[in-house]
């Protein structure tokens, strides 16, 4: 079995320790600002452009289309939109993405997006245009491979001409 380095260890350690401290400081009534990693979310988020303001929630009170903060099995926080709601639990898909994870439990839920912040901007997540808008994506959904396919061809004819 090979050994993780004492490096790594505490790299993890303070992994671990930076989302426990993200999740009292919501239990506590504190919101808490995040820039997301990794382009599950994107076009919503930008890795190191946006900020994702999170304030504690009941997931009783959660809808489809809300975005939630929540921990996997595996330990990591993620930030993803609830796509279906069953007596199972909690179904959610980054908006980049097709699959479908679940089903979460509530204990798994640690709060939800109220706002971003992007190049310095703020806008709230009730605003009535971006509930509309992320509607219409979460609708798209089975169609987002195809939606990727034709910008990238665009894109790729645009750039040779």
Same mark, same amino acid.
């Given at each position: 079995?090979?050994?993780?380095?004492?490096?790594?260890? +505490?790299?993890?350690?303070?992994?671990?320790?930076?989302?426990?401290?993200?999740?009292?400081?919501?239990?506590?009534?504190?919101?808490?600002?995040?820039?997301?990693?990794?382009?599950?979310?994107?076009?919503?988020?930008?890795?190191?452009?946006?900020?994702?303001?999170?304030?504690?929630?009941?997931?009783?009170?959660?809808?489809?289309?809300?975005? +939630?903060?929540?921990?996997?099995?595996?330990?990591?926080?993620?930030?993803?939109?609830?796509?279906? +709601?069953?007596?199972?639990?909690?179904?959610?898909?980054?908006?980049?993405?097709?699959?479908?994870?679940?089903?979460?439990?509530?204990?798994?839920?640690?709060?939800?997006?109220?706002?971003?912040?992007?190049?310095?901007?703020?806008?709230?997540?009730?605003?009535? +245009?971006?509930?509309?808008?992320?509607?219409?994506?979460?609708?798209?959904?089975?169609?987002?491979?195809?939606?990727?396919?034709?910008?990238?061809?665009?894109?790729?004819?645009?750039?040779?001409?």
């Amino acid at each position: 079995m090979p050994r993780i380095s004492s490096v790594r260890r +505490i790299r993890q350690m303070e992994f671990f320790m930076y989302t426990y401290d993200i999740e009292q400081l919501l239990k506590n009534g504190s919101a808490v600002k995040l820039k997301p990693q990794g382009y599950s979310m994107y076009p919503l988020f930008l890795p190191g452009r946006d900020e994702a303001v999170i304030e504690h929630c009941v997931p009783s009170e959660l809808h489809r289309g809300d975005v +939630i903060l929540y921990r996997r099995v595996q330990g990591i926080l993620v930030l993803h939109r609830i796509c279906r +709601i069953t007596r199972d639990g909690f179904y959610l898909v980054g908006d980049n993405q097709t699959e479908v994870e679940g089903p979460l439990s509530p204990e798994q839920i640690h709060g939800k997006l109220t706002g971003v912040v992007r190049n310095g901007k703020s806008f709230s997540v009730s605003h009535p +245009i971006y509930r509309m808008l992320s509607s219409i994506w979460l609708f798209l959904r089975p169609v987002r491979p195809f939606f990727w396919s034709v910008t990238a061809f665009f894109r790729r004819f645009f750039q040779k001409h």
